[in-house]
Protein backbone atom coordinates (compact mmCIF):
# COMPACT_ATOMS: atom_id res chain seq x y z
CA UNK A 1 0.00 0.00 0.00
CA UNK A 2 1.34 3.45 -1.03
CA UNK A 3 1.75 5.80 1.71
CA UNK A 4 -1.25 7.58 1.87
CA UNK A 5 -0.76 10.77 4.68
CA UNK A 6 -4.02 12.28 3.99
CA UNK A 7 -6.15 9.21 5.63
CA UNK A 8 -4.28 9.62 8.67
CA UNK A 9 -5.97 11.83 11.42
CA UNK A 10 -3.01 11.69 13.45
CA UNK A 11 -1.33 13.38 10.87
CA UNK A 12 -4.15 15.46 9.18
CA UNK A 13 -5.75 16.70 12.20
CA UNK A 14 -2.51 19.18 12.28
CA UNK A 15 -2.73 20.97 8.98
CA UNK A 16 -4.93 24.28 8.71
CA UNK A 17 -8.36 24.46 6.80
CA UNK A 18 -6.20 25.96 3.00
CA UNK A 19 -3.72 22.62 3.33
CA UNK A 20 -7.22 20.24 4.10
CA UNK A 21 -9.02 21.50 0.84
CA UNK A 22 -6.16 20.70 -1.41
CA UNK A 23 -5.03 16.76 0.47
CA UNK A 24 -7.22 16.20 3.88
CA UNK A 25 -8.82 12.27 2.84
CA UNK A 26 -6.27 11.64 -0.14
CA UNK A 27 -6.71 8.35 -0.33
CA UNK A 28 -4.13 7.05 -3.36
CA UNK A 29 -4.68 3.33 -4.96
CA UNK A 30 -1.46 1.12 -6.07
CA UNK A 31 -0.47 3.29 -8.84
CA UNK A 32 -0.26 6.07 -7.01
CA UNK A 33 -2.24 8.62 -8.97
CA UNK A 34 -1.42 12.63 -8.04
CA UNK A 35 -5.20 13.26 -8.21
CA UNK A 36 -7.83 11.46 -6.40
CA UNK A 37 -8.90 8.89 -8.47
CA UNK A 38 -12.34 8.72 -9.96
CA UNK A 39 -14.00 4.80 -8.77
CA UNK A 40 -16.68 4.67 -10.90
CA UNK A 41 -18.08 1.69 -9.09
CA UNK A 42 -21.54 0.77 -8.40
CA UNK A 43 -20.86 -2.51 -6.50
CA UNK A 44 -17.60 -4.20 -5.17
CA UNK A 45 -16.16 -8.47 -5.64
CA UNK A 46 -15.09 -10.13 -2.76
CA UNK A 47 -12.16 -12.50 -2.48
CA UNK A 48 -14.10 -15.20 -0.02
CA UNK A 49 -17.66 -15.38 0.88
CA UNK A 50 -16.18 -15.02 4.89
CA UNK A 51 -15.10 -11.27 3.46
CA UNK A 52 -18.33 -10.19 2.90
CA UNK A 53 -20.49 -11.51 5.65
CA UNK A 54 -17.56 -9.76 8.05
CA UNK A 55 -18.25 -6.39 5.90
CA UNK A 56 -22.14 -6.72 6.04
CA UNK A 57 -21.34 -7.35 9.95
CA UNK A 58 -19.60 -4.09 10.61
CA UNK A 59 -16.75 -6.38 12.09
CA UNK A 60 -14.42 -5.87 9.02
CA UNK A 61 -13.43 -2.61 7.08
CA UNK A 62 -14.43 -2.33 3.31
CA UNK A 63 -16.81 -1.31 0.65
CA UNK A 64 -19.94 -3.25 -0.10
CA UNK A 65 -22.56 -1.33 -2.33
CA UNK A 66 -21.98 2.74 -3.54
CA UNK A 67 -25.34 3.35 -1.55
CA UNK A 68 -23.50 2.48 1.61
CA UNK A 69 -19.36 3.50 0.87
CA UNK A 70 -18.14 4.65 -2.31
CA UNK A 71 -13.91 5.07 -2.35
CA UNK A 72 -14.04 8.87 -4.25
CA UNK A 73 -17.16 9.70 -1.95
CA UNK A 74 -15.46 8.57 1.17
CA UNK A 75 -12.26 10.76 0.17
CA UNK A 76 -14.76 14.16 -0.31
CA UNK A 77 -16.21 13.01 3.10
CA UNK A 78 -13.02 13.06 5.06
CA UNK A 79 -11.94 15.99 3.24
CA UNK A 80 -15.16 18.25 3.77
CA UNK A 81 -15.21 16.80 7.58
CA UNK A 82 -11.81 18.23 7.91
CA UNK A 83 -12.10 21.27 6.41
CA UNK A 84 -14.88 22.21 8.64
CA UNK A 85 -13.24 20.90 11.91
CA UNK A 86 -16.07 18.11 12.03
CA UNK A 87 -15.67 13.91 13.43
CA UNK A 88 -17.80 13.14 10.53
CA UNK A 89 -19.39 13.85 7.34
CA UNK A 90 -21.58 12.11 4.82
CA UNK A 91 -22.09 13.93 1.10
CA UNK A 92 -25.47 14.35 -0.36
CA UNK A 93 -26.70 13.94 -4.12
CA UNK A 94 -27.67 18.17 -4.01
CA UNK A 95 -28.31 21.00 -1.10
CA UNK A 96 -31.53 19.98 -1.13
CA UNK A 97 -30.48 16.11 -0.15
CA UNK A 98 -28.41 17.50 2.35
CA UNK A 99 -31.18 19.83 3.99
CA UNK A 100 -33.54 17.37 3.92
CA UNK A 101 -31.35 14.30 5.17
CA UNK A 102 -30.38 16.39 7.97
CA UNK A 103 -33.99 17.32 9.16
CA UNK A 104 -35.37 14.28 8.38
CA UNK A 105 -32.76 11.74 9.79
CA UNK A 106 -34.02 13.44 13.57
CA UNK A 107 -36.73 14.48 13.68
CA UNK A 108 -40.31 12.63 14.32
CA UNK A 109 -44.11 13.26 14.48
CA UNK A 110 -44.59 15.17 17.69
CA UNK A 111 -41.49 17.07 17.34
CA UNK A 112 -40.62 21.20 16.93
CA UNK A 113 -38.61 23.18 14.74
CA UNK A 114 -37.56 26.77 14.99
CA UNK A 115 -36.70 27.87 11.27
CA UNK A 116 -35.14 30.86 9.99
CA UNK A 117 -37.80 32.76 8.19
CA UNK A 118 -34.88 34.18 5.70
CA UNK A 119 -34.37 30.94 3.91
CA UNK A 120 -33.50 29.60 -0.09
CA UNK A 121 -37.16 28.56 -1.40
CA UNK A 122 -36.44 24.74 -0.85
CA UNK A 123 -35.24 25.41 2.49
CA UNK A 124 -38.74 26.77 3.62
CA UNK A 125 -40.91 24.83 1.52
CA UNK A 126 -39.28 21.34 3.69
CA UNK A 127 -40.61 23.89 6.64
CA UNK A 128 -43.63 25.32 5.52
CA UNK A 129 -45.11 22.02 3.88
CA UNK A 130 -42.86 18.88 4.14
CA UNK A 131 -42.56 19.11 8.02
CA UNK A 132 -45.91 19.87 8.93
CA UNK A 133 -47.30 16.70 6.36
CA UNK A 134 -45.71 14.47 8.59
CA UNK A 135 -46.95 16.00 11.89
CA UNK A 136 -43.24 17.96 12.66
CA UNK A 137 -44.52 21.45 14.03
CA UNK A 138 -42.51 24.46 12.71
CA UNK A 139 -41.92 28.18 13.94
CA UNK A 140 -40.53 30.48 11.37
CA UNK A 141 -38.67 33.31 13.25
CA UNK A 142 -36.85 36.31 12.41
CA UNK A 143 -33.44 34.63 12.80
CA UNK A 144 -32.08 38.11 13.24
CA UNK A 145 -33.59 38.62 16.94
CA UNK A 146 -31.93 36.65 19.30
CA UNK A 147 -34.87 36.72 21.33
CA UNK A 148 -37.07 34.97 19.19
CA UNK A 149 -35.07 31.69 18.97
CA UNK A 150 -35.42 31.91 22.80
CA UNK A 151 -39.23 32.67 22.88
CA UNK A 152 -39.97 30.02 19.86
CA UNK A 153 -38.30 27.31 22.17
CA UNK A 154 -41.63 24.48 23.10
CA UNK A 155 -41.22 21.64 25.28
CA UNK A 156 -40.70 19.58 22.21
CA UNK A 157 -38.21 21.27 20.19
CA UNK A 158 -35.63 19.20 18.59
CA UNK A 159 -33.82 21.24 15.97
CA UNK A 160 -33.01 24.75 15.03
CA UNK A 161 -32.41 25.53 11.32
CA UNK A 162 -30.81 28.53 9.99
CA UNK A 163 -28.70 30.07 7.26
CA UNK A 164 -26.02 32.28 7.85
CA UNK A 165 -26.15 34.43 5.52
CA UNK A 166 -29.32 34.04 4.52
CA UNK A 167 -30.14 33.41 0.92
CA UNK A 168 -30.84 35.94 -0.64
CA UNK A 169 -31.62 38.65 2.11
CA UNK A 170 -28.23 37.94 3.46
CA UNK A 171 -29.36 38.14 7.05
CA UNK A 172 -26.33 37.07 9.71
CA UNK A 173 -27.62 34.74 12.60
CA UNK A 174 -25.62 35.76 15.87
CA UNK A 175 -24.07 32.00 15.86
CA UNK A 176 -22.49 32.26 19.00
CA UNK A 177 -25.86 32.89 20.66
CA UNK A 178 -27.87 31.13 18.79
CA UNK A 179 -25.87 27.93 19.00
CA UNK A 180 -25.64 28.52 22.07
CA UNK A 181 -28.90 28.87 23.19
CA UNK A 182 -29.69 25.53 21.01
CA UNK A 183 -26.74 23.55 23.38
CA UNK A 184 -28.29 24.77 26.52
CA UNK A 185 -31.85 23.39 25.82
CA UNK A 186 -30.45 20.00 24.55
CA UNK A 187 -31.96 21.54 20.97
CA UNK A 188 -29.45 20.50 17.70
CA UNK A 189 -29.02 23.76 16.07
CA UNK A 190 -28.12 22.94 12.05
CA UNK A 191 -26.43 25.48 9.92
CA UNK A 192 -26.65 25.60 6.12
CA UNK A 193 -23.29 27.02 5.42
CA UNK A 194 -23.60 27.46 1.93
CA UNK A 195 -22.94 31.36 1.23
CA UNK A 196 -19.91 30.96 3.07
CA UNK A 197 -18.22 27.42 3.05
CA UNK A 198 -15.49 26.73 5.78
CA UNK A 199 -13.18 28.66 3.89
CA UNK A 200 -15.05 31.95 5.45
CA UNK A 201 -16.67 30.46 8.33
CA UNK A 202 -17.16 27.83 10.30
CA UNK A 203 -19.89 27.08 12.34
CA UNK A 204 -18.44 24.20 14.46
CA UNK A 205 -16.40 26.75 15.94
CA UNK A 206 -18.94 28.65 17.23
CA UNK A 207 -21.20 25.54 18.77
CA UNK A 208 -23.27 24.64 15.94
CA UNK A 209 -24.18 20.74 16.26
CA UNK A 210 -24.32 19.87 12.63
CA UNK A 211 -23.68 21.38 8.95
CA UNK A 212 -25.03 21.26 6.00
CA UNK A 213 -23.89 22.54 2.57
CA UNK A 214 -24.80 22.87 -0.89
CA UNK A 215 -21.94 21.78 -2.52
CA UNK A 216 -23.11 22.84 -5.83
CA UNK A 217 -22.17 26.45 -4.39
CA UNK A 218 -18.72 27.83 -3.87
CA UNK A 219 -17.46 24.18 -3.36
CA UNK A 220 -17.68 23.19 -6.71
CA UNK A 221 -17.25 26.63 -7.51
CA UNK A 222 -17.56 26.63 -11.60
CA UNK A 223 -21.33 25.76 -12.15
CA UNK A 224 -20.81 21.81 -12.97
CA UNK A 225 -22.72 19.62 -10.70
CA UNK A 226 -25.10 19.10 -8.02
CA UNK A 227 -23.67 18.01 -4.85
CA UNK A 228 -23.92 18.33 -0.86
CA UNK A 229 -22.83 17.40 2.51
CA UNK A 230 -23.97 17.03 6.16
CA UNK A 231 -21.30 17.25 8.97
CA UNK A 232 -21.22 16.58 12.38
CA UNK A 233 -20.16 14.25 15.44
CA UNK A 234 -19.36 10.58 14.66
CA UNK A 235 -22.34 10.11 16.84
CA UNK A 236 -24.82 12.25 15.17
CA UNK A 237 -23.35 10.92 11.58
CA UNK A 238 -23.14 7.50 11.95
CA UNK A 239 -25.79 6.74 14.59
CA UNK A 240 -28.95 9.69 13.49
CA UNK A 241 -27.48 10.38 10.12
CA UNK A 242 -26.36 7.30 8.36
CA UNK A 243 -29.52 4.57 9.07
CA UNK A 244 -31.86 7.19 7.38
CA UNK A 245 -29.62 7.67 4.32
CA UNK A 246 -28.19 4.00 3.82
CA UNK A 247 -31.98 3.37 3.41
CA UNK A 248 -33.35 6.25 1.64
CA UNK A 249 -30.31 6.82 -0.84
CA UNK A 250 -29.97 10.51 -1.42
CA UNK A 251 -26.57 9.33 -2.60
CA UNK A 252 -23.89 11.59 -4.27
CA UNK A 253 -22.57 10.12 -7.06
CA UNK A 254 -18.52 9.50 -7.38
CA UNK A 255 -18.33 11.09 -10.34
CA UNK A 256 -20.09 14.56 -9.02
CA UNK A 257 -17.82 13.41 -6.05
CA UNK A 258 -14.62 14.00 -8.29
CA UNK A 259 -15.87 17.32 -9.74
CA UNK A 260 -15.89 18.79 -5.99
CA UNK A 261 -12.59 17.64 -5.18
CA UNK A 262 -11.30 19.49 -8.18
CA UNK A 263 -13.24 22.70 -6.83
CA UNK A 264 -11.87 22.29 -3.80
CA UNK A 265 -8.51 22.37 -4.33
CA UNK A 266 -8.95 25.89 -5.50
CA UNK A 267 -12.08 27.00 -2.60
CA UNK A 268 -9.36 29.37 -0.55
CA UNK A 269 -8.34 30.91 -3.77
CA UNK A 270 -11.73 31.49 -4.84
CA UNK A 271 -13.69 32.30 -2.05
CA UNK A 272 -11.82 35.04 -1.12
CA UNK A 273 -11.16 36.58 -4.15
CA UNK A 274 -14.92 36.44 -4.82
CA UNK A 275 -15.25 37.99 -1.79
CA UNK A 276 -13.02 41.10 -2.74
CA UNK A 277 -14.52 41.34 -5.90
CA UNK A 278 -18.12 41.62 -4.39
CA UNK A 279 -17.14 43.95 -1.89
CA UNK A 280 -15.47 46.49 -4.49
CA UNK A 281 -18.56 46.22 -6.55
CA UNK A 282 -21.31 46.19 -3.60
CA UNK A 283 -19.30 49.41 -3.14
CA UNK A 284 -19.90 50.23 -6.39
CA UNK A 285 -23.97 49.70 -6.15
CA UNK A 286 -24.26 51.72 -3.14
CA UNK A 287 -22.55 54.95 -4.87
CA UNK A 288 -24.66 54.21 -7.62
CA UNK A 289 -28.63 53.76 -5.66
CA UNK A 290 -27.69 56.35 -3.35
CA UNK A 291 -29.65 59.08 -4.67
CA UNK A 292 -32.92 57.30 -3.74
CA UNK A 293 -32.51 54.83 -6.31
CA UNK A 294 -32.50 51.60 -3.62
CA UNK A 295 -30.39 50.13 -1.10
CA UNK A 296 -27.85 47.56 -1.00
CA UNK A 297 -27.70 44.46 1.59
CA UNK A 298 -23.96 43.28 1.43
CA UNK A 299 -22.35 41.64 5.22
CA UNK A 300 -19.33 43.33 4.11
CA UNK A 301 -20.44 46.66 3.97
CA UNK A 302 -20.90 49.26 7.41
CA UNK A 303 -24.56 49.44 6.25
CA UNK A 304 -25.52 46.46 7.16
CA UNK A 305 -27.52 46.13 10.39
CA UNK A 306 -25.32 42.91 11.30
CA UNK A 307 -22.01 44.20 9.72
CA UNK A 308 -20.20 44.14 12.81
CA UNK A 309 -21.32 40.40 13.63
CA UNK A 310 -20.31 39.09 10.18
CA UNK A 311 -17.13 40.78 10.52
CA UNK A 312 -16.11 38.79 13.75
CA UNK A 313 -17.55 35.19 11.92
CA UNK A 314 -16.78 35.39 9.28
CA UNK A 315 -12.91 36.03 7.28
CA UNK A 316 -14.45 37.81 4.80
CA UNK A 317 -18.24 38.32 3.45
CA UNK A 318 -18.30 35.93 0.22
CA UNK A 319 -19.37 36.73 -3.17
CA UNK A 320 -22.81 37.15 -2.88
CA UNK A 321 -25.17 39.77 -1.87
CA UNK A 322 -28.62 41.67 -2.84
CA UNK A 323 -30.35 44.96 -3.88
CA UNK A 324 -33.60 46.34 -3.74
CA UNK A 325 -34.73 48.76 -6.47
CA UNK A 326 -37.24 51.53 -5.65
CA UNK A 327 -38.46 50.93 -9.54
CA UNK A 328 -39.45 47.71 -8.48
CA UNK A 329 -40.17 44.70 -10.61
CA UNK A 330 -40.24 46.67 -14.00
CA UNK A 331 -36.88 48.22 -12.94
CA UNK A 332 -34.77 44.88 -12.19
CA UNK A 333 -36.27 43.59 -15.45
CA UNK A 334 -35.04 46.36 -17.34
CA UNK A 335 -31.69 46.42 -15.51
CA UNK A 336 -31.55 42.45 -15.94
CA UNK A 337 -32.23 43.12 -19.84
CA UNK A 338 -29.42 45.54 -20.41
CA UNK A 339 -26.68 43.39 -19.25
CA UNK A 340 -23.87 42.41 -21.62
CA UNK A 341 -21.61 40.66 -19.22
CA UNK A 342 -23.07 39.77 -16.17
CA UNK A 343 -25.44 36.50 -16.89
CA UNK A 344 -28.87 36.10 -15.49
CA UNK A 345 -28.88 32.80 -13.93
CA UNK A 346 -30.19 31.94 -10.28
CA UNK A 347 -27.02 29.85 -9.81
CA UNK A 348 -24.36 31.06 -7.28
CA UNK A 349 -20.91 30.20 -5.95
CA UNK A 350 -20.19 30.16 -9.54
CA UNK A 351 -16.70 31.26 -11.19
CA UNK A 352 -18.76 33.78 -13.48
CA UNK A 353 -21.01 36.94 -12.02
CA UNK A 354 -24.86 36.22 -12.08
CA UNK A 355 -27.50 37.65 -11.22
CA UNK A 356 -30.90 36.79 -10.41
CA UNK A 357 -34.60 38.10 -9.38
CA UNK A 358 -35.50 36.19 -6.44
CA UNK A 359 -39.52 36.66 -6.41
CA UNK A 360 -39.87 35.62 -9.72
CA UNK A 361 -37.40 32.64 -9.75
CA UNK A 362 -35.54 30.66 -6.57
CA UNK A 363 -38.03 32.31 -3.99
CA UNK A 364 -41.59 32.35 -6.33
CA UNK A 365 -43.29 29.37 -5.53
CA UNK A 366 -43.76 31.07 -1.69
CA UNK A 367 -46.23 33.06 -2.07
CA UNK A 368 -46.02 37.22 -2.48
CA UNK A 369 -47.07 37.47 1.44
CA UNK A 370 -44.31 35.28 2.65
CA UNK A 371 -42.19 37.04 0.47
CA UNK A 372 -42.05 40.78 1.92
CA UNK A 373 -42.71 39.16 5.46
CA UNK A 374 -38.82 37.92 4.21
CA UNK A 375 -37.93 41.49 2.65
CA UNK A 376 -37.98 40.04 -0.79
CA UNK A 377 -39.59 42.87 -2.82
CA UNK A 378 -40.57 43.25 -6.39
CA UNK A 379 -37.31 44.68 -6.67
CA UNK A 380 -34.87 42.95 -5.28
CA UNK A 381 -31.82 41.11 -6.47
CA UNK A 382 -29.32 38.70 -5.85
CA UNK A 383 -26.13 38.89 -7.61
CA UNK A 384 -23.23 36.25 -7.05
CA UNK A 385 -19.91 38.00 -7.99
CA UNK A 386 -17.52 35.72 -9.66
CA UNK A 387 -13.51 36.02 -10.98
CA UNK A 388 -14.05 38.79 -14.00
CA UNK A 389 -11.86 41.32 -13.23
CA UNK A 390 -14.57 43.73 -10.97
CA UNK A 391 -14.00 46.79 -12.89
CA UNK A 392 -15.53 44.79 -16.18
CA UNK A 393 -18.46 43.79 -13.54
CA UNK A 394 -19.00 47.63 -12.44
CA UNK A 395 -18.73 48.98 -15.73
CA UNK A 396 -21.70 45.98 -17.10
CA UNK A 397 -23.56 47.25 -14.23
CA UNK A 398 -22.98 50.78 -14.69
CA UNK A 399 -24.31 50.29 -18.16
CA UNK A 400 -27.14 48.46 -17.61
CA UNK A 401 -28.33 51.05 -14.55
CA UNK A 402 -27.79 53.72 -17.47
CA UNK A 403 -30.02 51.92 -20.09
CA UNK A 404 -32.31 51.00 -17.19
CA UNK A 405 -32.81 54.58 -16.29
CA UNK A 406 -31.56 54.02 -12.80
C1 LIG B 1 -28.70 26.47 -3.40
C2 LIG B 1 -28.98 26.37 -1.96
C3 LIG B 1 -29.52 25.21 -1.42
C4 LIG B 1 -29.90 24.02 -2.28
O1 LIG B 1 -28.79 23.41 -2.87
P1 LIG B 1 -28.88 22.53 -4.22
O2 LIG B 1 -27.49 22.03 -4.37
O3 LIG B 1 -29.33 23.44 -5.31
O4 LIG B 1 -29.87 21.44 -3.97
C5 LIG B 1 -29.74 25.17 -0.06
N1 LIG B 1 -29.45 26.21 0.73
C6 LIG B 1 -28.92 27.35 0.24
C7 LIG B 1 -28.60 28.47 1.17
C8 LIG B 1 -28.67 27.47 -1.12
O5 LIG B 1 -28.16 28.61 -1.60
Not at 54 to 70: C, I, K, P, V, W
Not at 189 to 209: E, H, M, W, Y
Request: aromatic share 6%; proline share 4%.
Amino acid sequence: MKKTTGTDRSITSKWRPATQAVRGGTWRSEHGETSEALFLSSGYTYDDAQTVADRFAGEAHGMTYSRLQNPTVAMLEERIALMEGAEACRAQASGMAAMTTALLCQLSAGDHVVGARAAFGSCRWLLDHLCPRFGIEVSVIDSTDNAAWEAAIRPNTKVFFFETPANPTLDIVDLAHVCGLARAHGITSVVDNAFATSALQRPLDFGADVVAYSATKLMDGQGRVLAGAVCGTEQFINEVLLPFQRNTGPNLSPFNAWVVHKGLETLDLRARRQSENALEVGRFVEGRLSRGAGRVMHPGLPSHPRHAMAMQQMAMTGPIFAFDLNGGREAAFAFLDALELVDISNNIGDARSLLCHPASTTHANMGEEARLEMGIGQGMLRINVGLEDPLDVIEDLAQAFDRAGI
